[in-house]
């Protein structure tokens, strides 16, 4: 895949958003300890990627962004960012299959590409957990029962509805990134477009 200058160029610009959304936003959240921060940060950072794919419609570009954010990511200050950074890049590659397999830029491909790219903040640690951090499978399932009874607000041992609804949210969440992705990225598009052919317009005049 070849790329224009002006397409590589928009790839850093959005790729740079995502980053530093992850270096500042992700800072403040994860110092609050707030609640579900890292699907805030998955579905705000998959939205930047799908507007600069809808800039970009080539195949490998929702990638690249990624990879961008990922790098900048190093820059976070404190904690451990191994976990983070792996789950920039899976992010963005869950998006890419997505909308690599489906062809041409359209609103429910990137709902789908949300709803999985976020939806995976919540299997990682089932990858990275044992394989980064030395954690049993057993121990990360019992970290996801916990979270999902006292996001239900209800006993671990209703295991399956809290799971379900975690999965639920998480899906429902990415989705929503998904769509606002296509709306916002059209309306920039547009709005671009009449500014362009504005310039044009006056330099014809000049």
Request: net charge positive; proline share 3%; aromatic share 10%.
């Amino acid at each position: 895949m070849k790329l224009s200058t002006r397409e590589l160029v928009t790839i850093a610009v959005f790729g740079t958003l995502w980053g530093i959304v992850e270096i500042s936003l992700g800072t403040v959240l994860k110092s609050l300890n707030v609640p579900l921060s890292g699907v805030i940060l998955a579905a705000i950072g998959l939205t930047v990627a799908l507007v600069g794919r809808l800039f970009v419609p080539r195949r490998g570009a929702t990638l690249f962004i990624g990879i961008i954010a990922m790098i900048l990511k190093l820059f976070s200050l404190g904690g451990v960012i191994i976990g983070p950074m792996v789950g920039i890049f899976t992010e963005a590659l869950v998006a890419e299959l997505v909308l690599s397999l489906g062809g041409r830029p359209r609103r429910w491909l990137f709902v789908i590409a949300g709803a999985f790219g976020v939806l995976w903040t919540l299997l990682q640690p089932f990858v990275t957990g044992p394989l980064l951090f030395g954690r049993s499978l057993f121990v990360v399932w019992l970290d996801l029962v916990d979270m999902g009874s006292r996001f239900l607000g209800v006993s671990s041992s209703v295991v399956l509805w809290g799971v379900l609804a975690l999965v639920a949210v998480y899906l429902l969440i990415g989705g929503l990134a998904g769509w606002l992705s296509w709306d916002v990225g059209r309306h920039l598009q547009a709005r671009l477009g009449k500014s362009s052919n504005s310039g044009l317009k006056r330099g014809l005049n000049v």
